[in-house]
């Protein structure tokens, strides 16, 4: 997320929780949201372990905030829309939990890209990027040479790391920087 629409976790989950993001990550589990991500424990359990000092955590409340959180970044939806009507093929790659049901509830991605590579579930399901392994798991599943896909995040160390196999990546910053360096890729819409 964060290239889409919103992640709550930077602002909006420190806010539920009354913290600030930095004294979230001190008291979050060490390891329970990289779990939850690659689904190697439920939501469920993650509500039991969010935080080291065992502190409990109303699931309902969490889901509802990440629910009335998520939202189009600005000039994203138009940009999508654009991109899928000139028969662009786009996918999320995303290291991302269970939760991404939530944003295709709200927002309805899916008019505009596949909920395909996702570190939760299907071909990516146990990988995040910028593991090599992710990538390749994407190339593998779509059948085509790295300099075929064009990959696209808001971080560099991830951005790096689909270019070090040779896919044509780009960091992303804002829906009219990514318009104008899809155009200077070629791309037509």
């Avoid at 593991?131 to 971080?155: C, E, K, N, W, Y």
Wanted: with cysteine.
């Amino acid at each position: 997320m964060d290239t889409v629409c919103t992640d709550p976790f930077f602002q909006a989950m420190p806010a539920h929780f009354g913290m600030s993001f930095k004294e979230l990550l001190a008291a979050k589990h060490p390891t329970a949201w990289v779990d939850f991500e690659c689904n190697r424990i439920s939501e469920e359990h993650l509500c039991q372990i969010f935080f080291k000092d065992g502190r409990p955590v109303d699931r309902g409340a969490l889901r509802a905030m990440m629910h009335s959180t998520y939202q189009y970044l600005d000039g994203m939806e138009p940009l999508l829309a654009r991109l899928a009507g000139s028969g662009y093929e786009m996918h999320a790659l995303s290291n991302y939990p269970c939760w991404f049901e939530i944003i295709e509830e709200k927002l309805q991605l899916s008019r505009y890209l596949s909920w395909t590579f996702m570190s939760c579930t299907g071909p990516m399901e146990g990988f995040r990027k910028p593991d090599p392994q992710a990538f390749s798991r994407v190339l593998d599943h779509l059948g085509v040479p790295p300099d075929q896909v064009i990959f696209v995040d808001d971080r560099q160390p991830n951005v790096d790391a689909a270019a070090a196999l040779g896919m044509p990546s780009l960091l992303f910053k804002d829906a009219n920087n990514m318009q104008a360096q899809l155009q200077e890729r070629g791309l037509e819409f």
